[in-house]
C-alpha cells in the first residue's frame, strides 16, 4: 500500500461516520497487541486550545530530550500532520505502511463478524501503533471529540488535561453544557492528576468526577495562572505562578493570542506536575520550548515579502470567533482588518458573523474545501459591514482579499480549518 492508497482506504471508511464508543477501537488495538500501553501518555481535550496545549506540552517534553510523540486532528493540509516525532511529521510511506497494517487487523475484525471501524479509530491506531514501533518514550493524546467515547480514551495517562469547555458538538455530547462536561470528564482516570481552565458548572462536573475517581485536580486561576505583560513581533513575554507549588517565573511563548496565555499555564502545570517524577524536565527547559513552540492556523501571523501582516486562524465556533476577535482588538486595536472567511453549513453561522465581524471592516467570504461548505453568497448576505464580496474560488478570493488589504491593513483568515489549510498552502508557495 503506497501513501495515495492509504488515502484512499481512508475515504472510503467515511462511509461509516462518527460512532462514538471504544468498542471497536479496543479489539482493533488488542488485535495489534495493545501498542497504546507500550509507552507513557499525556491526554487533552477541551472545547477549545487543546490542539495547541497539546504542541506546548509536547514542546516540553522534546525539549527536555525525552522522544515524544504527538497525536492531533483534524490536520491542515496532509495526514501525516496528526502523527509527529519529536517536531517531525511521520513520511507518507511510514504512514502508508500504519494503515496497512491496521487494515489487516481491520479485515480480520470483519472476518470475525465484529462492525468496521470508523476512519478517525483507524487512523487512531494507527498513530498508536507508530509510536510503539518508533519507541517514543511519552506520546501526547489529542481527543477527536468530547472524550468519554472518544477513540482515543483507551490510555491511562499520566495526566488529564480539560483546556475548557463550551457548548459545541452538543448534539453528540448530552444536548448541554453539563452534557458536554461530561464527556469531556470522561477522560479522568482513577488517580490520575486532572489539569483544567474549565470554570462554572463543567468545572464543578470535572472536580465531582475527580472525586469520585480519587484524582487531584488542578485549576487555572485558582491554583496556577499566567498574566500577560508584553509583546513584540510573534512573541508574548508572560508570568507563571503557582502559589500551590511554590514556583513563580516569567517566560516568552512564541505564539500569540490571549487563550494561548491559560493555554501556556496548562502546559506550564502539566509539565510540574510530570517533572516531579521526570527530572530530565527543567525550568530552563521549559522555557526555551515555550519561546519556540508554533501552531499552524491558530493566531499564526505570517508576514509576506511586502512586510503585509496575515494572521491565520481555524475560528470555526462561537468561542473561537470570540477569542479570535478579542485577540485582534487586544494586539492590533488600531489596525483596519480584512477578513478572508469561509464557514461551514452546520456550524452557527450567525453566531460566528456576530462574534467576528465589526461594520467597519472589509469581507470577503469564500467556500472551504469541504462539501459541508456554506454558499458564500449566503454567507455575505448576513455580514453587516463596510464592504463585503462573494468569490467561490479560495485562490481568486486570496487574491481579492490581499488587494483590499494593501496598504498596511491587517487580513485575516478566518472560519474553517478547511479554509486556512488550503490558504496556508498557498501562501508558503507564494514565499
Known amino acids: 500500500m503506497n501513501y495515495q492508497e492509504a488515502l484512499a482506504y481512508l475515504d472510503s471508511l467515511n462511509t461509516f461516520g462518527i460512532k462514538l464508543g471504544l468498542v471497536r477501537i479496543t479489539r482493533l488495538l488488542k488485535l495489534l497487541e495493545n501498542p497504546q500501553n507500550k509507552y507513557k501518555t499525556i491526554h487533552v481535550t ?32 496532509s495526514y501525516t500532520e496528526r502523527m509527529q516525532i519529536d517536531g517531525s511529521y511521520i513520511s507518507e510511506n511510514e504512514f502508508a505502511d500504519c494503515i496497512r497494517i491496521v487494515k489487516e487487523k481491520v479485515e480480520e475484525m470483519i472476518t470475525e463478524g465484529e462492525e468496521n471501524p470508523t476512519q478517525f479509530e483507524v487512523i487512531t491506531a494507527a498513530a498508536f501503533f507508530y509510536f510503539a514501533k518508533m519507541q517514543v518514550e511519552y506520546a501526547v493524546i489529542e481527543v477527536g471529540l468530547g472524550g468519554l467515547l472518544d477513540s482515543t480514551n483507551v490510555i491511562i495517562p499520566e495526566v488529564s488535561v480539560i483546556t475548557n469547555v463550551t457548548l459545541e458538538h452538543a448534539e453528540r455530547c448530552g444536548g448541554t453544557l453539563e452534557g458536554v462536561a461530561e464527556h469531556k470528564a470522561g477522560i479522568i482516570k482513577d488517580g490520575v492528576p486532572v489539569v483544567t481552565a474549565a470554570k ?213 483568515v478566518a472560519g474553517s480549518l478547511y479554509l486556512i489549510g488550503v490558504v496556508r498552502s498557498l501562501l508558503i508557495q507564494q514565499e
Not at 337 to 360: A, P, Q, R, T, W
Open 46 to 77: 477541551g472545547t477549545n486550545g487543546k490542539g495547541s496545549t497539546t504542541a506546548m506540552i509536547t514542546s516540553i517534553l522534546t525539549n527536555a530530550k525525552i522522544k515524544t510523540g504527538m497525536y492531533t486532528s483534524p490536520h491542515l493540509v
Open 200 to 412: 462554572g458548572i463543567a468545572l464543578e462536573i470535572i472536580q465531582e468526577k475527580a472525586r469520585e475517581k480519587n484524582s487531584d485536580v488542578f485549576v487555572a486561576g485558582e491554583d496556577f495562572t499566567s498574566e500577560f505583560k508584553s509583546f513584540a513581533t510573534n512573541k508574548q513575554c508572560l508570568t507563571f505562578n503557582s502559589g500551590m507549588v511554590g514556583v513563580s517565573s516569567t517566560y516568552c511563548l512564541g505564539v500569540l493570542g490571549e487563550h494561548q496565555i491559560e493555554n501556556s499555564s496548562i502546559a506550564i502545570m502539566t509539565a510540574l506536575i510530570l517533572a516531579t517524577n521526570e527530572k530530565r524536565i527543567t525550568s530552563e527547559g521549559m522555557q526555551k520550548s515555550l519561546s519556540e513552540v508554533s501552531w499552524a492556523g491558530r493566531f499564526e501571523v505570517m508576514q509576506q515579502e511586502n512586510e503585509q501582516i496575515m494572521i491565520i486562524d481555524g475560528a470555526h465556533n462561537n468561542a473561537g470567533a470570540e477569542v479570535l476577535r478579542r485577540n485582534l482588538d487586544k494586539y492590533f486595536p488600531h489596525a483596519e482588518i480584512v477578513f478572508l472567511l469561509g464557514i461551514l453549513e452546520d456550524k452557527d453561522v450567525s453566531g460566528i458573523i456576530h462574534h467576528l465581524i465589526h461594520e467597519e471592516n472589509v469581507v470577503v467570504v469564500t467556500k472551504p474545501d469541504s462539501n459541508r461548505a456554506a454558499a458564500p453568497k449566503k454567507v455575505a448576505e448576513m455580514i453587516f459591514a463596510k464592504q463585503v464580496e462573494a468569490i467561490e474560488d479560495i485562490d481568486d478570493a486570496l487574491k481579492r482579499a490581499k488587494e483590499l488589504a494593501a496598504n498596511g491593513k491587517i487580513l485575516c
